[in-house]
């Protein structure tokens, strides 16, 4: 006979693991739509249906999001009408950025300083133009392509065009570099609602994420533990650096504004596979509690359905068909989600002590590392290639290798693996920096702390 589990359709258990990795660490605040809201079909479901679909044609979904055209069409008069998508933010997939310098090596300082010098000087003499909203490709012609490429000289992207007013093959490698610089997809087409807003940050607003950004890097640039981890928060991304080298880089998902991942200092202490998830109590309350009344007047049972336990003051698991969900009982009770293909830790989780109880974890939902912008979670930090960095952080332990890291994907095993040398971990707030090739990175300034909240929304 199936169980409430099995009866779950695959839509709404992909709208489950979404919903409720939104909720991974301890939050003051309630949600208003809460992890046991899985009739209500996230973005990321919408995302991943459109992919699997085939409505991203030749380039993806990034390729469909305007209807499936080429990008190598034929020259066409200028699009004064916007083109850009209404969904929000952009999903495109992307691949891991390139190894590259560490955002904390000491170097990036007198970078960053000379960038700030250019940057005053973009400033003093009045900024850059707005960019339209409209989508430009190669081959079109038009002011709002003159426009962009205005925009892009004066940033340092494109050094000359072949003709004004068209996008020509210099305007594709500008904003091909513009892009990079950004974070963004590099293809070379402004097709995009993310493109366009981190044109469109004025320089000032640039300025000021540099001189910010300064600070924290004399702060910590070169004072960091040989092997470290760094999650860079506005640039959602995580990197695994050892004696000054980069040796991985991957995408991550950090907190939202209202949810903000803090900055910290710590060392990893152990690494977590296939881990219980311990629901915070304002998840309890907001959620839990009014879903248990729901299935049982159903007949039903939320704790099978969602492969969780309620644990009682004396540490015994609590028999679900026992529970008065209508009495306040359940609020005395502990609830954990067993391990399983979708806990909302995924399978491994990595432990450091600090006092806002963040960890950086696995998750069951992959389609959010291919978003351009990835500000999803409470605070907690899900990264892509968790594998890779657990087995980078017991490369020291004979007894663990990444093919042994991947095994305990499916074995379900739980296993707690201490960690004995050093490995630092550090989450900074570094919006704007620059490496000694010259290129000056930008990210969006996304809880508003350089640019006094201005801009926090923008990319």
């Known amino acids: 006979m199936p169980t409430s589990a099995t009866i779950l359709t695959a839509g709404s258990r992909l709208a489950v693991a979404g919903l409720a990795t939104a909720f991974l660490c301890v939050s003051a605040q309630p949600s208003s739509a809460g992890p046991f809201n899985m009739f209500n079909k996230s973005q990321d479901d919408r995302s991943q249906q459109a992919s699997q679909s085939g409505t991203g044609g030749q380039g993806g979904l990034f390729g469909g999001l305007f209807g499936g055209g080429s990008r190598n069409a034929q020259p066409q008069g200028e699009v004064t009408r916007s083109e850009l998508p209404t969904g929000d933010p952009e999903v495109a997939m992307i691949l891991n950025p390139g190894l590259g310098t560490p955002t904390l090596a000491p170097q990036n300082i007198a970078a960053t300083k000379a960038a700030i010098e250019q940057y005053r000087a973009i400033v003093a003499q009045g900024g ?40 020509d093959a210099a305007t594709v490698a500008a904003v091909k570099r513009f892009q990079y610089r950004h974070g963004l997809p590099a293809t070379g ?55 000054g080298r980069v040796e991985l880089r991957n995408t991550a998902v950090v907190g939202k504004i209202e949810h903000p991942t803090p900055t910290l200092s710590s060392k990893v202490s152990q690494v977590k596979f296939n881990p219980y998830w311990n629901v915070p109590r304002s998840i309890v309350l907001a959620d839990i509690i009014p879903k248990g009344r729901e299935f049982r007047s159903r007949g039903q049972d939320v704790l099978e359905a969602y492969n969780m336990e309620a644990i ?14 209508y009495s306040d009982t359940p609020k005395g009770y502990r609830f954990r989600q067993r391990p399983y293909e979708e806990n909302s830790l995924g399978f491994v989780k990595i432990d450091f002590p600090n006092k806002d109880a963040v960890y950086i974890h696995d998750t069951p939902l992959k389609s959010l590392f291919g978003k351009a912008v990835r500000f999803e979670s409470h605070g907690c930090v899900r990264t892509h290639n968790v594998d890779r960095l657990a087995a980078w952080v017991l490369d020291n332990n004979s007894a663990w290798n990444l093919s042994r890291v991947d095994s305990m994907k499916h074995n379900g095993v739980q296993e707690n693996v201490p960690v004995t040398q050093t490995i630092g971990v550090y989450f900074t707030y570094i919006s704007a920096w620059s490496t000694p090739d010259g290129m000056v990175h930008f990210r969006p300034d996304i809880y508003g702390l350089d640019t006094r909240g201005t801009y926090a929304s923008n990319y």
């Open 128 to 167: 850059w133009p707005m960019v339209a909203p409209v989508a430009m490709k190669p081959g079109r012609r038009g002011a709002n392509i003159q426009t962009l490429q205005r925009r892009l000289q004066i940033g340092g992207d494109l050094l000359s065009v072949s003709e004004p007013g068209r996008y």
């Open 189 to 243: 087409v402004v097709d995009s609602k993310a493109t366009v807003a981190a044109l469109n940050v004025p320089a000032n607003a640039r300025l000021a994420q540099l001189e910010a950004s300064l600070k924290r890097l004399q702060q910590r640039a070169g004072k960091t533990s040989n092997r470290y981890i760094q999650v860079n928060i506005p640039a959602a991304q995580v990197e695994a650096v050892r004696g």
């Open 312 to 325: 009682d003051g004396q540490g015994n698991i609590v028999d679900p068909r026992g529970i008065d969900w």
